[in-house]
């Protein structure tokens, strides 16, 4: 931070009540009165109106000469910037800095302390400093545009604002090798090193801590130059909203002003609503955790619905890219129990499965990836808000069901999710529990899933059936593979031997066609083996047609489950390769067919 000092005098300036007045031998015959303030001044003693161009006018207009009473309540910069001044004229030392800098500088302006009516007045001092000093130092340029906010009027008349802001664009986009200013940079683990590279992102810092309106005209001049890369404009939004907006940055918390504790809602809405309007359109710019918390602050703070829209669009365009940490975020309706923001996630994804639709991949491979990667990330969340007792089941299913078929390709992890929900919610009703099974297929799970599903006392009765069918029909589908090819390659055999037979012997018509009779009879056929019901050992297999049958049976029989629910054994009874449960439960259910 760089200084000026003028004046060298001692400060002889004293309160006395709600009245400032100069240790002097000269009684005081100037009254200037600033808010609440009045100030005990002279005339002619000391150069005041000398060098004040506008005390002057109103001096010469006033009536009373000897000692006359003057009201500055609109100075801008208030009673301390007229005091910087009156010390100026005085010849008592002041310190200038950024910090002091604007509230002098229009405070002259304001009493017209320029060269026209005096010659190294203070305005020409100031512009000075403001030339060499502020504007060519990074800190002092932040600071002084920080300051510009008590008289922003002036300031933008003036050309401080605009000025500052040309100069911190010109730094922001000077290369890194060239940074020769000090900077703030409390990232966790970085580490100034005497030899160190400076980081392409090393200005994102002091620029969070300008108000909106300063940092939105700032980063649109970056922006509009495209010199820099957009993930460098992200990381500036990410840092702006991490200072000014609560819980969004978890990972590095920075430190509350009493300023920022007091934001209003409006304020808050009006700083997020600025930052989505900054996001470059280049996917990756931001992180998808980054856009995932600004949506969830746009539900709570009820932003406008284009802003919203816009984030549910960005999120759904990079949603590829999250993890399940990013998909872990609270809730904070104050209406909702729930630990998890499931609708939020819900949003994002419906907006995924639209904006998949219009892509144009590659081939088909990397369509399928991409969408396969999606359905294990909603099922890997599903497995972590299963856990949460307060999660409604409406809510659970309705994320499952969002998922279209062909992003699973086995569900075992959405088996494990369905089963821990089952297991945190153990009061839940029939109903509820056949709504979330209805989405899993039990033809794609693994067998080590299928044989625990058998002895899972938590699902649904008719769940366990469907699960007992699969087993069965691939059991009917394996062992008519292993039947059929030996019988029809020995009935092939047995018809060319016939054949072989005929082009030898000349038989009658009576013969002929007995014989052939004889021989269709003894030929095997193919299909018989798919037509019985055949019992080998302690093996039960059902017919094709029963299993339909008993499909139909299930919608009617499963409601009651009277008399086949005293068949469900206690899990720690069974065998993981035990069969006699499917057994039991295969017999009840095709005699209750066979009756029908």
């Known amino acids: 931070m760089k200084f000026m000092k003028l004046g060298t005098r001692p400060d002889t300036f004293y309160t006395e009540e709600a009245t400032r007045t100069v240790i002097s031998d000269v009684p005081s015959d100037l009254t200037i009165r600033i808010n609440s303030i009045s100030y005990l001044l002279h005339k002619l003693q000391y150069p005041l109106l000398p060098k004040c161009g506008l005390l002057q006018r109103l001096f010469s207009e006033s009536k009373d000469s000897s000692n006359v009473t003057l009201d500055l309540h ?22 200038l800095s950024a910090h002091n800098f604007v509230s002098a500088f229009c405070a002259a302006k304001f009493l017209r302390m320029t060269e026209a009516v005096e010659n190294g007045n203070f305005v020409m001092k100031l512009e000075t400093f403001f030339t060499s000093c502020i504007l060519e130092g990074w800190k002092d340029s932040i600071v002084t545009l920080q300051c510009t906010e008590k008289v922003l009027e002036w300031s933008e008349n003036l050309g401080i604002i605009r000025r500052c802001m040309e100069s911190i664009v010109d730094k922001i986009l000077a290369p890194p090798s060239k940074v020769t200013w000090s900077y703030t940079y409390t990232r966790p683990g970085y580490e100034k090193k005497r030899h160190q590279s400076v980081p392409k992102d090393w200005w994102t810092e002091d ?15 970056v922006k509009s130059t495209n010199m820099l890369q957009p993930q460098l404009i992200g990381e500036a939004l990410h840092v702006y909203a991490s200072r000014w907006l609560p819980d969004i940055s978890e990972a590095r918390p920075i ?16 700083i997020l609503e600025t930052v989505v309007s900054l996001i470059p359109a280049d996917r990756g710019s931001v992180s998808i955790k980054f856009l995932l918390r600004l949506l969830r602050l746009a539900n709570f703070l009820l932003v406008s619905p284009v802003t919203k829209a816009e984030l549910v669009r960005l999120s759904g ?7 399940l940490n990013d998909l872990l975020i609270s809730t904070q309706s104050l209406n909702e129990q729930t630990s998890y923001d499931i609708e939020l996630v819900k949003t994002v994804l419906e907006s995924f499965l639209r904006q998949w639709k219009r892509q144009t991949f590659a081939n088909e491979s990397q369509s399928l990836r991409s969408m396969c990667k999606i359905g294990k990330l909603i099922d890997s969340y599903l497995q972590m808000v ?5 999660m409604p089941v409406q809510k ?44 899993l297929d039990c033809q794609k799970l693994s067998p080590e899933v299928r044989a625990h599903a058998v002895r899972n006392e938590r699902l649904p009765l008719r769940t366990v059936v469907q699960v007992l069918f699969f087993e069965q029909e ?5 062992a008519n593979k292993m039947h059929t090819y030996p019988e029809q390659l020995k009935g092939r055999q047995q018809t060319s031997a016939i054949r072989d037979d005929l082009s030898k012997l000349k038989l009658g018509a009576d013969e002929q066609s007995g014989k052939i009779k004889v021989n269709r009879a003894s030929a095997p056929s193919s299909s018989g083996v798919h037509q019985k019901l055949r019992k080998s050992g302690e093996k039960l297999q059902l017919k094709p ?22 068949e469900r054994l206690p899990a720690n009874q069974l065998d993981p390769h035990d069969k006699g449960r499917a057994k039991r439960l295969s017999e009840k259910i095709y005699s209750k067919a066979r009756e029908r």
């Open 255 to 270: 430190e509350s002003s009493t300023s920022e504790l007091e934001d209003s809602p409006d304020k808050k809405r009006r």
């Open 545 to 566: 047609e029963a299993i339909f049958k008993l499909r139909e049976v299930i919608g009617s029989e499963m409601e009651g489950e009277t008399e086949i629910k005293e």
């Open 317 to 323: 365009l990079q949603f590829e890219e999250a993890v």
């Open 207 to 221: 620029v969070s801590f300008l108000d909106i309106d300063m940092f939105r005209c700032i980063v649109s001049a």
């Open 396 to 439: 659970f299913a309705s994320l499952a069901e969002t998922v279209p078929g062909i992003a699973r390709a086995e569900h075992d992890d959405l088996y494990k999710a369905i089963n821990i929900y089952f297991k945190e919610h153990p009061d839940l009703s029939k109903a509820a529990k056949k709504q979330l099974c209805r989405v």
């Open 74 to 95: 609109d100075i801008p910069g208030g009673e301390e910037a007229f005091e910087l001044c009156a010390k100026f004229c005085y010849g008592i030392a002041i310190n």
């Open 386 to 390: 299963a856990k949460d007792v307060n």
């Open 474 to 478: 691939k059991s009917n589908t394996t």
